[in-house]
C-alpha cells in the first residue's frame, strides 16, 4: 500500500502515520525526520536545511526530491510507504509521479487530514510543554503560524492536484487520535474491497 498523508504542520500526520506503519507493516517516510537526521549528523544536506527549517520555510524541492527517490528504492519500501510530509509543493507532486511512473506503482489514496487552523497553536504549545524543554526548533507558535501561513501557499494546492486523480480522501483530524485512526481505516479497508470489486 502506497499512501501520502497530507494535512498543515500539527495535524497529526506523523502520529497517523505510525499507526498505519504498525497496522500495515509498511515504513513511515517523513522527510521532516529524514532532514533533522542530516542536520544532526551535519551532512551536507543538513548544513544546507538547518537554517531553513529552523524559520519554518521548505528545503528546495530538488533536496527533498532525491531524498524521496533514494529512499523508495530501499528494501523495506518494496510492499509500500506512507509518505508523512511529502510532497508539500505541486513540483513535489509532479516529481513523484514520475518516480512512481518510471518504476511502475501507483498510490492508492491520499490521506487529507482537515483541522482547524487555530486549535493547532494550542496543539504545538501543549507538545512543547509535554516534552519538558527539548523542543524542535520549528516548534515555537511564531514558526507554526510562519508554517501554516507556507502550508497554505504552497502545500494546499496539492488538495486540488490530487482531488483531480480521485485518489483524495478527507478526514476530520479534530477528532480523537483513535477516532481519526479508526477512520482512516475504514476508508481504506472499502477503497481496497472496490478494487478487489472493480478487478
Ligand atoms: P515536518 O517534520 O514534516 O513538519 O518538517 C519539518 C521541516 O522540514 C519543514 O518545516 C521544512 O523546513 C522541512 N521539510 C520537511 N519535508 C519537506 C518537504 N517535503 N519539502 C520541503 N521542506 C520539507
Known sequence: MRLILLGPPGAGKGTQAKV????????????GDMLRAAVKAETPVGLKAKDIMARGDLVPDAVVNQIVADRIDMADCARGFILDGFPRTVAQAEALDSLLAERGLALDAVVELQVDEEALAARV???????????????????????????REQTAPLIDHYRATGKLVSVDGMQAIDDVSA????????????????G
Do not use: C, F, W
Open 20 to 31: 498505519l506503519m504498525d497496522a500495515n507493516n509498511i515504513p513511515q517516510l517523513s522527510t
Open 183 to 198: 477512520q482512516i481505516a475504514d476508508i481504506l479497508a472499502s477503497e481496497g474491497s472496490q478494487a478487489q470489486v472493480a
Open 125 to 151: 504549545e501543549n507538545r512543547a510543554a509535554e516534552s519538558g524543554g527539548e523542543v524542535r526548533a520549528d516548534d515555537t507558535v511564531e514558526a507554526l503560524r510562519h508554517r501554516l501561513k507556507v502550508y
